[in-house]
């Protein structure tokens, strides 16, 4: 689980790429999860809270300029 603060210290760059990162990582565990070989299920819901969370950080960043 990312920390808020970890992301305001980042770039608006780092935190684009490590939402990428977060993209390709709930998709490989969606399809886990389909065929039902996934070991932490609550993982997904983490993963969707952490994107959210460097989105709203994002937004932030872009609105203070």
Same mark, same amino acid.
């Given at each position: ?10 770039t608006? =760059?780092?935190i684009?790429? /490590?939402?990428?990162?977060?993209? /390709? ?5 969606r ?18 809270? =952490? ?7 994002? /937004?932030? /960043?872009a609105?203070?300029?």
């Open positions: 689980m990312i920390k808020a603060n970890e992301l305001r210290n980042m608006i =760059d780092e684009r790429q /490590k939402t990428e990162s977060l993209k /390709k990582e709930l998709f490989s565990a399809t886990e999860a389909l065929s039902g070989r996934i070991e932490k299920p609550h993982r997904i819901s983490d993963i969707r809270k =952490d994107i959210a969370r460097c989105e709203t950080i994002m /937004k932030e /960043k609105n203070a300029r």
